[in-house]
């Protein structure tokens, strides 16, 4: 009898007796046979238990199981194409470990804040076991782009004594008798490793103290952030798009089954190719202004508006060349147009927003010093990052992928709050 059979590799024990550790899922019975919806956590399947086959007493103990009762389930799997798996267990022995009283999440409809208060539990529904599952599928399928192509992964502090992004979503707290903050982006860390290592990616959690309660903001989130030495802005789009389809090919070719059991529509996936289209933020206001909105230049977009511009997609696409005064103080100008930045976000189809931010940096060390002057930024705190355009100053790019939002888009979720195990949101810290 083998016990290293787990319910994912049931395939290769067909005509064998095995041992589970399982969990009901959900339970039926008609008379003289009882369906047991066992699930592992590697997956599904059916345990058949038939009263003429068993003992009383086996018969009895899978009749009181009820569901999240966790047990050791014996049986001979078959092949049984009828079944959404394709294999079935005809079961021979039933050992409880634990008896679930009342579980709190029935197959009935629940609302939402009752669902986030039992997180700890919601983990276990199939929804939100597959968006799990996919997510760490974009997590290996990021690292293997960035390892095979010659970044080198590097991890940038999460307690910082200054911004990155701006200072009114800073997390403050105290670092013995200094302030510190919850890093809100590894990328000024990233920029010193690039020019130690050429081209370096990190992955890690970023904390904003956003007051803002969308279907697209967490107050702690993972972000995905390469930073490349001797790069330019057009080089950097180009490993961008790159980047992002074989994330998603990634995604289709190994989580098939868990999209479609959610429900996603996978050839929407399947023509995410490169080249994505790119616009100017200048065509994207005119074009914005002919659809029925009044923005006018130098104004930033929010979520309708990157929806609006989305829409006529099927890729993701990229909006270029935004005013300097509504992006980042790092932001390199474009030398033939000073007014806008080299610089683009990357907007997700279906109206899933912006999920990378990315420009090319300023190498000139004078005009890093006006920056932080325009910006209120102590030179003092930043005389490090100075440094990096004072010795061996080069063109440099990079950008950040926000990791919530890529799940979001890629499994189809209306809300980021399914995207993270535990999501940390605007009046949400608990479990
Ligand atoms: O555009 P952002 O703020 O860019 C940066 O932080 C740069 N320093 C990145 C870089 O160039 N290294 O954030 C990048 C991405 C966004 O496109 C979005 O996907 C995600 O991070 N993001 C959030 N995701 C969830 N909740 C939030 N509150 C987010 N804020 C940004």
């Known amino acids: 009898m ?3 059979c787990v319910i994912r590799n049931v395939n290769e024990h067909v005509g064998e007796t095995v041992k589970i550790g399982a969990w ?3 339970k039926r019975s008609s008379g003289k046979i009882q369906f047991l919806q066992l699930r592992d956590g590697t997956g599904y399947i059916q345990g058949v238990v038939v009263k003429s086959e068993v003992s009383e007493e086996i018969w009895n103990a899978a009749k009181s199981l009820t569901q999240e009762s966790s047990l050791y389930v014996t049986g001979i799997i078959r092949e049984e194409p009828r079944s959404n798996s394709g294999y079935e267990m005809t079961v021979t022995d039933v050992e409880i470990i634990h008896l679930t009283e009342n579980y709190p999440i029935t197959p009935k409809e629940h609302g939402v804040d009752f669902l986030m208060d039992h997180r700890h539990l919601w983990l276990r529904s199939t929804k ?3 968006v799990m599952v996919i997510r760490a599928e974009i997590i290996r399928a990021v690292q293997q782009f960035f390892d095979g192509n010659g970044f080198t992964q590097v991890d940038p502090p999460i307690l910082t004594p200054s911004s990155a992004e701006g200072t009114t979503n800073l997390f403050h707290i105290k670092y013995f008798d200094e302030d510190a903050y919850l890093t809100q982006s590894g990328q000024l860390y990233m920029e010193a490793a690039a020019m130690a290592l050429g081209k370096v990616y990190s992955f890690g959690p970023t904390f904003r103290a956003e007051k803002s309660k969308t279907r697209r903001h967490l107050i702690e989130f993972w972000m995905i952030e390469p930073e490349m030495a001797f790069v330019d802005h057009e080089e950097s789009l180009r490993v961008q798009e790159k980047f992002i389809a074989h994330v998603v090919q990634s995604v289709v070719k190994n989580c098939r089954a868990e999209l479609e059991s959610i429900g996603r529509d996978v050839s929407k996936l399947e023509g995410i190719v490169a080249p994505f289209p ?11 202004n002919g659809q029925g909105f009044d923005i006018p230049w130098g104004e930033d977009f929010g979520a309708p508006h990157e929806t609006a511009i989305a829409e006529k997609y099927d890729t993701p696409v990229f909006i270029t060349h935004y ?13 033939n147009r000073p007014e806008v930045v080299l610089c683009a976000d990357m907007i997700a189809p279906e109206g899933y927003g912006e999920i ?3 420009s090319q940096r300023i190498d000139d060390p004078e005009l890093m010093k006006q920056r932080f002057d325009e910006h209120q930024l102590s030179d003092e705190a930043y005389q490090w990052y100075l440094d990096l355009r004072k010795y061996g100053s080069v063109p ?13 888009w890629i499994c189809g979720l209306d809300h980021v709050r399914e995207t993270i195990a535990f999501p940390r949101m605007l009046y949400r810290l608990y479990p």
Not at 323 to 335: L, Q, R, S
Not at 396 to 408: D, I, K, N, P, Q
């Open 24 to 26: 009901i899922n959900n």
């Open 356 to 358: 990378i931010g990315g």
């Open 128 to 130: 939100q076991r597959a």
């Open 323 to 335: 005013p300097a005064g509504i992006k980042a103080f790092y932001m390199k100008p474009d030398p």
């Open 278 to 288: 790119r616009i100017t933020y200048d065509e994207a206001i005119e074009f914005l």
């Open 396 to 408: 440099h790019s990079g950008f950040g992928l926000g990791l919530e939002r890529t799940v979001a």
């Open 2 to 4: 083998s016990t290293e």
